[in-house]
């Protein structure tokens, strides 16, 4: 079946270091699948960070980025240095384009920004 | 505003009971969905609703039944409670590829 894996938390890193939190994914029953990163602040729901539906193309928000890599099947998301405000919990997830809107999530990640 | 909204925050129900999740959407997205998430988890897909109509349902228990009295309305009623059905419970809609999803509603079966 589908499935997603991403870095077990939790990940914590200094305020101004770089991050990176891997997600491969394995999409047996989709032939091209939509990848998205959510994240979910303190107190709040799922809110989307970012998201790719072409191969080989890279999304970006909020500093954040992340490519979408189908040799690897992997979807890591990146950010150049980071703030105490990215303290939360990051979900990959892959959905499939075809009308099939069923999301296959990772299990999230805890990010923890210290001063 | 919140345009996903989801009620109540927090639900705390004994073994046995029947409750219902509200969500309401003001997105104006013609499809909306459940999800799961327990303990430790990943959230997990449970209904898929497009014009008021089941279109996937991935949970083998007949305890879960949505309900669409409105285009922008999903809710999901849970009877015959367990201990193992505590989770939190996120609706979400869409229009296009691209799911939103509300706060979610924390359940807590005792």
């Known amino acids: 079946g589908d499935s997603v894996t991403q870095t077990e938390g939790p990940v914590t890193v200094s305020e101004s270091e770089s991050l990176i939190i891997n997600c491969t994914y394995s999409?047996?029953?989709?032939?091209?699948?939509?990848l998205f990163w959510y994240v979910r602040y303190p107190g709040e729901g799922l809110q989307l960070l970012l998201k790719?539906?072409?191969?080989?193309q890279k999304g970006s928000s909020r500093g954040f980025e992340a490519t979408y890599n189908k040799e690897t099947t992997s979807f890591h998301l990146q950010k150049a240095s980071v703030q105490e405000s990215d303290s939360a919990v990051y979900y990959c997830?892959?959905?499939?384009?075809?009308?099939?809107?069923?999301?296959?999530f990772g299990a999230g990640t805890r990010l923890k920004v210290i001063a | 505003d919140p345009k996903i909204i989801q009620k109540p925050k927090y639900l705390v129900a004994v073994t046995g009971s029947e409750k219902i999740l509200i969500c309401e959407q003001y997105?104006?997205?013609?499809?909306m969905y459940w999800y799961r998430q327990s303990a430790k988890k990943p959230l997990e897909f449970m209904f898929s609703?497009?014009?008021?109509?089941?279109?996937d349902n991935q949970t083998a228990s007949s305890r879960f039944q949505p309900q669409s009295s409105k285009k922008n309305h999903l809710d999901l009623q849970i009877t015959a409670l367990k201990p193992d059905d505590s989770a939190t419970y996120f609706c979400?809609?869409?229009?296009?590829?691209?799911?939103?999803f509300g706060p979610g509603t924390r359940l807590l079966v005792l």
């Open positions: 790719v539906i072409t191969a080989g």
């Open positions: 997105l104006g997205h013609n499809a």
């Open positions: 979400a809609s869409s229009q296009q590829d691209t799911q939103y």
């Open positions: 609703y497009s014009y008021q109509k089941l279109m």
């Open positions: 999409a047996t029953s989709i032939a091209y699948p939509n």
């Open positions: 997830a892959l959905g499939d384009n075809t009308g099939n809107y069923k999301y296959v």
